[in-house]
């Protein structure tokens, strides 16, 4: 098996002149570090779509407001954190898969834990992968990230009793087939919880509230309700708070061509503010021991 050169991830914490608070961020899928096992079939244009593109960098203020940022280095589309590891689709692979599968709505769209579809009608490869490449991302990409989120989140925890967990990601300003919501316009800004079951859901409606406040149009739980992510590690009667929360490329980037915008400084600037807000409400929800 070959290692791979670059770290799966970048973790980044609160700076030493902020007031740390008890606050994670991630942002699994904005890594564009190309693995050099990577060579898919599907051209970059529609593989760049599949990206969170900039969000590790709109969120980057976060360490000076006390929360803990971490994001992954490699592109979603190689391999993704936000799915359940048995959520493989068999058929992308060219012989039985030696452990459990249990394959979802996800696979059977196209985007399971490694996609078959970069974009309607654009395969992201011509054949099957071979088992041992579909482990090698499994072992040297998918579990570190995961196994840092949860030693952070942990580390958290620890120190104030409780971790607020802000799972970041963006979203197309239109779906396509591929999508839940089909080609329907979306808002600014969802925020989800599965539901109410990954957070007290006070959090979410201080979240949806501070974004409105901020000018954004604010869905939760609609058409997004949460991904693996907050699924996993979202444990409310647990002290552990996970919350996702989806912006509009429209607010930041051409989408067109996959280049920040003119308004990207002034969304980063925004976020930089509910980071801070939301910093401090949670530190005033906290009791740290050290
Ligand atoms: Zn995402």
Redesign the pocket.
Known sequence: MIPSAAPSFILKAPRASAIAAPVLLDS??SGFDWPADFQPAAPHSAILTAC?LFVDELWSDAPAAGATLLAATFP?AYIDT?RAETDLDPALVDAPWPGPLAPTDYSRRGMGLIRRLALPGIPMENRPLSVAAVEQRITQHYRPYRAALAAALDAIHTRHQVAYHLNL??MKSRGNEMNVDGGAPRPDVVVSDRLGTTTDPAITNWLAQRFRTAGLSVQINDPYRGGDLVGTFGQPARGRHSVQIELNRALYLDEAVGARSLNFNALRATLAAITQDFCGYTRSLSTPTA
């Open positions: 699994p899928h969170d979603r936000n990601h963006s």
